[in-house]
């Protein structure tokens, strides 16, 4: 494709892809005082969050109850509770974390889309990068891309890239690596879906009642009182049942509704990834199959009906670039802290079964939470790209604990940090002192031990 007739945009930094990492990163770069322009392929920003209806954010704190994210991310959430779109950090009654945020998906869209126009970020919204060209020879710098929005064509020019796509689209494009061990190892997706009229208070009876039909970690002196009630567990109801869906438990959390409840439950495989049409048929048909064993079978749901089916199902996994450094799963379990790190995990290693039915979960040792290194947020191979999000430089069971969306916003605000330095000095990301780095996301009130 020739660049002689599209029209130029020139920026410090582009980021593509505007879920929750893209926005953090964009607002960061931003307010910095760097040039940022976004790039979001639909019309919503905050991506998964609401188009998979993700509102139940993990976690802000490690394992042992420690604060480990604060600065944009615990921005965003303050400014949802004094809207009244979210109730702030609650414990986990399910026990997996130490907390869990539930917000509401649609104020959380139209809240980062205000932050990112009241910092300055340009957003493109509807548009789709369609390729990216490096500089002659081995240049091993990416330097323009070809964005199409509205039938118009644009080639984009930013100094530095952020690769927030939710899979390694830039890497893909640009002849960079990628982490290998996605080819043999990939974990399944879910549809979501809300349920309202829920008697919550007789689940909690059942619950107490019946304790080992549940997640050996839940907290249950503290079901009567939470505002969110997580559910994982009617082991033996589920079993019995012989439902379409590869799924051992039922899964659920309150959201800000109080009889209403969000149901992560179904399981795609991922072989149906690259079938979209043929993915959603078969995750609708197990959300029908889920929601009619709860009205006919689960304490609670008797007169509940369907209020909400997210419009995407939520992929956990879509590949990742590789970076100056892979996190790994002994860095995640063994609570490794490193010299360069920018922001912190507290989630436990997560890993959902594509071929069976079960979850096998690794506690983090030491403290409750580990370190990312900045090394993980560099292209190994392309000297002016950052990873953030689900494309995060990690092996398989270490993406399993970090890609979760308060780790993925932390990372993220740390990454376009970073960007805005890398083009104020002039410097390869690679190049940057991360020193430096870590007193700028201090000042700015993120959090760095």
Not at 109 to 138: H, N, P, T, W
Not at 280 to 289: F, H, I, R, T
Request: proline share 3%.
């Amino acid at each position: 494709m020739t660049t002689e007739n599209l029209s130029e945009m020139i920026c410090d930094v582009a980021v593509i892809g505007g879920g929750v990492s893209g926005c953090v990163a964009a607002i960061a770069c931003a307010r910095a005082g760097a040039d940022t322009v976004l790039i979001e392929k639909r019309n919503f920003l905050s991506g998964d969050a609401f188009y998979s209806s993700v509102e139940t954010i993990l976690t802000f704190h490690s394992l042992k109850g420690k604060l480990i994210v604060k600065g944009i991310p615990g921005e965003i959430i303050d400014r949802l509770s004094s809207l009244g779109a979210s109730l702030g950090h609650v414990r986990d009654t399910v026990g997996a974390a130490w907390s869990v945020t539930p917000v509401s998906c649609a104020a959380l869209a139209l809240l980062l889309r205000k932050m990112c126009q009241d910092s300055g970020v340009k957003i493109l919204s509807g548009a789709e990068l369609l390729s990216l060209k490096k500089g002659s020879g081995s240049s091993r710098v990416i330097t323009s891309g070809v964005v199409k929005q509205d039938g118009n064509m644009i080639n984009l020019k930013p100094r530095v890239w952020i690769d927030a796509s939710g899979q390694p689209l830039l890497a893909l494009f640009g002849g960079g690596s990628l982490v290998r061990d996605l080819i043999s190892r990939r974990m399944p997706g879910a549809l979501i879906f809300h349920v309202k009229d829920v008697d919550i208070s007789l689940i909690k009876i059942y619950m107490k009642e019946n304790k080992a039909e549940f997640h050996y970690e839940t907290l249950f002196d503290l079901l009567e009182q939470t505002p969110v009630l997580g559910c994982s567990g009617f082991f033996s109801m589920i079993k019995a049942a012989s439902l379409p869906v590869a799924r051992d438990r039922l899964l659920f959390y309150q959201t800000l509704a109080p009889d209403e409840v969000s149901v992560n439950t179904s399981r795609v495989p991922a072989a149906f990834q690259s079938k979209i049409s043929s993915a959603y048929s078969e995750a609708l048909k197990q959300v029908n199959a889920i929601f009619l064993f709860m009205k006919n079978s689960v304490p609670g749901f008797k007169s509940s009906y369907i209020s909400y089916i997210a419009p995407s199902i939520g992929w956990r996994e879509n590949g990742r670039g590789k970076g100056v450094y892979i996190l790994s799963a002994s860095d995640v379990v063994n609570g490794s802290r490193f010299e360069d790190e920018i922001a912190y995990g507290g989630f436990p290693v997560d890993i959902h079964d594509d071929s069976g039915s079960g979850i096998v979960m690794n506690k983090i040792a030491g403290d409750g939470f580990y370190g990312v290194p900045y090394g993980c947020v560099v292209s190994e191979d392309l000297d002016n790209l950052f990873f953030v999000g689900k494309g995060l430089s990690a092996e398989f069971e270490a993406h399993a604990s970090v890609r979760v969306q308060a780790s993925s916003m932390a990372i993220a605000e740390a990454a376009g940090t970073a960007a805005y330095l890398a083009c104020k000095r002039k410097l390869a990301p690679r190049e940057l002192n991360v020193g430096v780095l870590k007193d700028l996301l201090r000042k700015n009130g993120a959090c760095i031990f």
